[in-house]
């Protein structure tokens, strides 16, 4: 088979399509989309999401590092590129998109409810690869929350059984839904 060489931006396919929310030191909720993301160390358990610096989430990162991971299904699509293209410095995406959401039980950042996972995370640490533009956060998992309708008798977690939105395909998806 005949290889091309080829330029992208994510290259570990299937890549995580998350919503990173926080909530800054006035209360005010805000959330952006990540794609580069991923579990980051086991025991205890961490996972890593990268934040570009003019984000307002990078802030409020800085500032209280709390945040929740929040795993969206395919139906939630329309609001993970909303999220993913608007500013919480120019708009409250919360109230934009009226966005159902709890507080976390343990950190100070809302858990979006109708992603069936979100994950409570506690920054530990980050780190700005030079050269490089993104900043890496290292969260370690705090609590994790799951639909009870994708938990089993045993209490794992049926993964298979969510339809969780995936990188595959997604710039085709987010075609679908971007405005013009
Ligand atoms: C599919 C997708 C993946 C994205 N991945 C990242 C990412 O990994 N890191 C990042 O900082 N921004 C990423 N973004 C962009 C932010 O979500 C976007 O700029 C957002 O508006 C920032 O919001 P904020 O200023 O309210 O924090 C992504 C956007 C989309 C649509």
Redesign the pocket.
């Known amino acids: 088979m005949k290889k091309t060489p080829k330029q992208d931006q994510m290259y570990m396919q299937p890549a995580p399509?998350i919503i990173v929310s926080v909530r800054d030191k006035n209360g005010r909720n805000?959330?952006?989309?990540?794609?580069?993301?991923g579990n980051a160390n086991y025991h205890p358990d961490m996972l890593m999401?990268?934040?570009?610096p003019?984000?307002?989430?990078?802030d409020?990162l800085r500032e209280t590092g709390c945040f929740v991971v929040n795993l969206p299904m395919e139906n939630f699509k329309k609001e993970?590129?909303y999220?993913?293209?608007?500013?919480?410095?120019d708009v409250d995406?919360f109230a934009a998109l009226d966005l159902k959401w709890e507080n976390g039980s343990v950190v100070d950042a809302p858990l979006l409810t109708d992603c069936p996972v979100n994950i409570e995370c506690r920054v530990v640490m980050s780190i700005k690869p030079e050269p490089g533009h993104?900043e890496i956060f290292f969260g370690k998992v705090e609590k994790v929350h799951v639909d009870e309708e994708y938990l089993d008798e045993q209490g794992h977690i049926l993964w298979e059984n969510m339809d969780l939105f995936s990188?595959l395909g997604?710039m085709k998806k987010?075609r679908d839904v971007a405005p013009e």
């Not at 805000?30 to 993301?37: D, I, L, R």
């Not at 003019?54 to 990078?58: G, I, N, V």
């Not at 999220?83 to 410095?89: L, Q």
């Open positions: 399509q805000n959330a952006q989309t990540v794609g580069f993301a999401i990268s934040i570009i003019e984000h307002l989430t990078y409020i993970l590129y999220i993913g293209s608007h500013s919480g410095r995406k993104n990188s997604s987010y």
